[in-house]
């Protein structure tokens, strides 16, 4: 929304490949009646990270515009009862629910057993299976899977770091998250790193490939799929070489 607004002030005879929020609204009339009783959506993210709050915020806002039911609260606050089914702190049952919280992190509360004995009454979004497709060892298996691609970098897997090596490549955790825990390394000299709390998972080795430089600004380009359908595009620009959760995020427009 905010890099729409953007261009509506700069100008508003332009476009950009932004149909997001629209694409989201849309879609969450179309799941709505595939919800588990009771029919609420309930949205949850943890207490300590005001970005995540404000994204789930921001997703509970367009589910009441929606017309759904909704509801909010911490990850903390998810209880099990005597039934080992999920409920919330005032006693009533969780049938959906969204979570932005990483599965990694899920499988290990207390709870996070119950996840597949109580897929017949809470509906997790998204699917406890997508944890398979977002960490990083998804590179390697790609990479394995087409060999010969050329969008495709090669990548493999090592349990522990590896000392600094010819060529060029870049070493991330399996879990890392925002560019936490990188080294960047070209022909045995250490280009840039980042500092982080992951590693003990492992990592996966990929080859550099180097990103355009625009007077020191270095773009990465994100695309949302929505229902299965490109909905928008968002530009990350970092002044160094890796992005991280600071990075500068830069609006867009087509001549």
Not at 92 to 114: A, D, M, Q, S, V
Not at 144 to 168: H, K, M, W
Not at 211 to 219: A, R, T
């Amino acid at each position: 929304m905010i890099q729409w607004y953007w261009l509506q002030d700069y100008d508003s005879k332009l476009d950009q490949f932004n149909s997001i929020h629209e694409k989201l609204l849309a879609h969450m009339k179309v799941c709505a009646p595939y919800f588990y009783e009771p029919k609420m959506l309930t949205f949850a993210c943890a207490g300590d990270n005001v970005e995540d709050l404000m994204t789930t915020k921001y997703l509970q806002d367009i589910a009441n515009q929606a017309g759904l039911k909704t509801d909010f609260l911490y990850m903390n606050d998810i209880g099990m009862d005597d039934r080992n089914e999920f409920y919330k702190t005032d006693g009533t049952p969780i049938g959906n629910i969204f979570k932005l919280y990483p599965y990694e992190w899920l499988f290990h509360e207390e709870f996070g057993k119950y996840l597949p004995t109580t897929r017949e009454t809470t509906m997790w979004i998204e699917p406890a299976y997508k944890a398979l497709w977002s960490n990083k060892m998804l590179l390697v298996y790609l990479h394995e899977l087409f060999p010969d691609s050329p969008y495709i970098l090669p990548a493999a897997y090592r349990a522990t770091e590896v000392v600094y090596q010819p060529g060029a490549y870049v070493q991330k955790p399996v879990f890392s998250r925002e560019g936490a825990n990188v080294r960047i390394v070209k022909n045995s000299e250490l280009l840039e790193q980042t500092g982080g709390e992951y590693g003990s998972e492992g990592y996966v080795i990929q080859d550099y490939a180097e990103l355009p430089d625009f007077d020191g600004n270095h773009p990465v380009i994100g695309s949302w799929l929505i229902g299965g359908v490109p909905a928008g595009m968002g530009i990350r620009e970092s002044s160094g070489l890796i992005t991280k959760n600071t990075s500068r995020f830069v609006p867009h427009f087509f001549r």
